[in-house]
């Protein structure tokens, strides 16, 4: 069995590093991408420009449900560690969505934030190999 995953995991590897998206079958895809700067000539680009490699995850449509059914827990401490206030989400359910930024609000502050689920940035892809 060991010998099964890791051969999966060279071949996902290499197709991820090729440019392509892989998918991950019951979970979504996932691809390499890119962050880089801009420039106003195509003539001044170079490999320099780049300033971040990722990893994108898109969860396909049944992960993207689950999480956005999962209950969140927000949790605030006070300098002391001292908890001062704890919140269950009832909000509407929203969830990243790296396909249509901006569609979900950053969190900020001096908060634990606890989940069953995961999630993504949410930065912008720039740059990928699709």
């Known amino acids: 069995m060991q010998a099964c995953w890791d051969a999966a995991g060279e071949v996902i590897k290499a197709w991820a590093t090729e440019g392509h998206s892989v998918a991950l079958p019951g979970l979504g895809t996932m691809r390499f991408g890119l962050r880089s700067k801009s420039v106003d000539d195509v003539n001044k680009v170079k490999s320099s420009l780049i300033t971040s490699r990722r990893i994108i995850f898109t969860p396909d449509v049944d992960l ?34 790296n396909e249509n930024p901006g569609s979900s609000t950053d969190n900020q502050g001096g908060t634990d934030n606890q989940s069953q689920g995961g999630g993504n940035s949410g930065d912008e892809n720039l740059g990928d190999g699709d």
């Open 64 to 97: 993207k449900d689950e999480l956005k059914n999962t209950a969140i827990v927000i949790t605030c401490y006070d300098r002391n560690g001292e908890e001062v206030k704890r919140v269950t989400s009832t909000d509407d359910g929203d969830i990243e969505d």
